[in-house]
T-cell receptor
């Protein structure tokens, strides 16, 4: 099925370890995003990309890095994991802006549940 | 400060008991308001986009409306399969940083 695929689904990291969360989409969407979701909080934007080779910071970028070498892939890198990075991470994609310059609804992946201990 | 607030945090309904969820926002330059459904352990699923006050969108038992300060998601004669967390999000301006999600309303529909 077409959509956004995230791997892994679950991961436990020790403090100070690093890892990459993978995200790939097969809808030829230009725009891709990484969000984190903490209990009782709204989704917070970490990084986003408007096309291959172009990335920019969102609301909560500290401790993370991204790259976008292809339209399909948008991996999120965690360096020196900290307990504050325990969260559920969602990757999403969307087509370019539509009516009145408003973005289309996002297609989300199923998430990666990360625990840092 | 730009803000999106959803209420109630949780709502329990009997099957067939209609109700409404609220999403109030304080942002400058609203460009669009989005509703999503999120099932446990899954990513949000897009439902609607509303662009201007007075606009309405419908999908099965769901109807979304928009005013200048808030949006309502009306659920008519809900079924247990409508149980989920409903999220609203607001886009203010063209900057993707100006895209704010509310914390959601968890809906539980009992048979």
């Amino acid at each position: 099925n077409a959509g956004v695929t995230q791997t892994p689904k679950f991961r436990i990291l020790k403090i100070g370890q690093s890892m990459t969360l993978q995200c790939t989409q097969d809808m030829n969407h230009n725009y891709m995003y990484w969000y984190r979701q903490d209990p009782g909080m709204g989704l917070k934007l970490i990084y986003y990309s408007v096309g291959a080779g172009i990335t920019d910071k969102g609301e909560v970028p500290n401790g993370y890095n991204v790259s976008r070498s292809t339209t399909e892939d948008f991996p999120l890198r965690l360096e020196l994991a900290a307990p504050s990075q325990t969260s559920v991470y969602f990757c999403a994609s969307s087509a370019p802006e539509g009516r009145a310059g408003v973005g289309y609804g996002y297609t989300f992946g199923s998430g990666t549940r990360l625990t840092v201990v | 400060e730009d803000q999106v607030t959803q209420s109630p945090e949780a709502l329990r309904l009997q099957e067939g008991e209609s109700s409404s969820l609220n999403c109030s926002y304080t942002v400058s330059g609203l460009r669009g308001l989005f509703w999503y459904r999120q099932d446990p352990g899954k990513g949000p699923e897009f439902l609607f986009t509303l662009y201007s006050a007075g606009e309405e969108k419908e999908k099965e038992r769901l109807k979304a409306t928009l005013t200048k300060k808030e949006s309502f998601l009306h659920i008519t004669a809900p079924k247990p399969e409508d149980s989920a967390t409903y999220l609203c999000a607001v886009q203010a301006g063209n900057n993707f940083n100006k895209f704010y999600f509310g914390s959601g309303t968890k809906l539980n529909v009992k048979p």
